[in-house]
Each structure stands twice: as C-alpha cells, then as structure tokens.
C-alpha cells in the first residue's frame, strides 16, 4: 500500500476525520456539533507533533510524509472547514466570499511555504525561548469556538460581522512575520479550558437557535432543523 502507516499519524487522521464529519454537520445545521468537532480537531493537532517527535526509529521518508500529512490535514480542519461554517453562518456575499478566499489563500501560503522552508521551521529560538513566525493555523479552532460561543449574548447583525472580522484577522495573521511565543504545556491546559468551557456555555443554550443569514442551503438546513 501507498504510504506510511504507524502511529505517528494517528492523531492527524482522527483530526482529520473529526472535521470531515463536522463539515456533514455544519451543512446540515448543526452548527453546535460542527465546532465541537473543530475543537477536537485542534485538541489533536496540538498532541500529533509530540508523539511523532516520540517515535525515534522512523526513516527520513516516513517523516518527510508525516510533515506533508500533516500540513494536507491542517488546510482541511483548519482552513477549509472554519471558512465553511462562517460562510453558512453568513459569511455570503462579494464581500464574505472575498474574505473567505483571503483567509483559505493565506492558509494555503502559510502551509506551503513552511513546508518548502522546513529546515529553517515554523519555530524560531531566542534567549532560550521558542516562537512561531506568524500565528499558527490552529488557532482558528480556539478563536471560532470563542465567537461562536458570542453569538448567543448579541444581536444578529453582531454577531455576523464579528465572523467577518476573526476570518479577515486571522487569515492575515497567518501570513504576517512577527513572534507569537510558542505556549508551554501549562498554557495549552489553559486554552483548552477555555475553549470547553465555551463548548459549555453552547449546551447550556442549546435552546436557542443558531442564527445564520439566508443561503443556498438554507432549504436544506431548515428542513433538517438546526441544532
């Protein structure tokens, strides 16, 4: 068979099928369980590294695939289903398609260009300290969460346009060079409280519906309801 096959990729598949399942949702309307799917999706893109780094006795190629495995996946958990679910929660229109392109083009070019640079790494070193060079992509799946979890607190209108702005601002920030400190395990904890904390606060308002502006699938989602 085509490929490498060990458990070093495991958590990049089970990222990957996590996202895919969550794109079934979002376009179905169920809105909740489509970010409960990203967070789970950016819960093992933070571990896949470490236990890829784990496992000493891989060739040279099989971590070469590892790297190309898990840059293919991110553009998926990461860019294409984010942009997916802003754009059925409203995100339409020249303006939402331009600042979806914008934000899946520049994951694109952050992807591939710190594969070609993979020496140099998406990590620089300083006093001791390590630092990525632009925001890494997986923040979308902490910082859609968060929005998401707004929606329920403001107006529609609000609401929309706080979509416009984390998909502009991030998709920027994924291609500016500056230093972002790489978090340590403690920081990470943290973030990932914060994001169930907010996977909370949406079963907490599970009566409310998801408000999202009118579409091509709105059909389809209001036929199956929205959740």
Do not use: W
Request: hydrophobic share 55%.
């Amino acid at each position: 068979m085509i490929g490498f096959y060990n458990h070093s990729v495991i958590l990049t598949y089970i990222s990957l099928a996590s996202s895919v399942f969550g794109m079934t949702q979002a376009i179905h309307g169920r809105f909740k369980a489509a970010i409960f799917c990203l967070a789970l999706s950016g819960f093992c893109d933070m571990f896949d590294g470490k236990i890829a780094r784990a496992m000493k006795n891989r060739s040279e190629d099989a971590k070469a695939f590892g790297i190309q495995i898990d840059s293919l996946c991110d553009m998926v958990c990461f860019g294409a289903f984010p942009a997916l679910i802003c754009y059925l929660l409203g995100v339409q229109g020249i303006l939402g398609i331009a600042v979806i392109v914008l934000y899946c083009t520049a994951s694109v070019i952050r992807l591939g260009y710190f594969n070609v640079m993979e020496s140099k790494n998406a990590l620089v070193s300083e006093d001791g300290e390590k630092f990525y060079r632009g925001l890494p992509i997986t923040s979308m799946a902490v910082a859609l969460p968060l929005v998401f979890m707004v929606q329920f607190f403001v107006p529609n209108f609000v609401f929309r346009i706080l979509l416009y702005v984390i998909l502009l601002l991030v998709g920027i920030l994924f291609i500016v060079d500056f230093k972002v400190k790489k978090p340590k395990n403690s920081t990470l904890v943290v973030l990932v409280l914060v994001v169930a904390a907010a996977l909370l606060i949406m079963l907490i308002f599970t009566r409310y519906p998801i408000r999202f502006r009118g579409g091509l699938l709105n059909g389809a989602i209001l036929k199956g309801g929205v959740h």
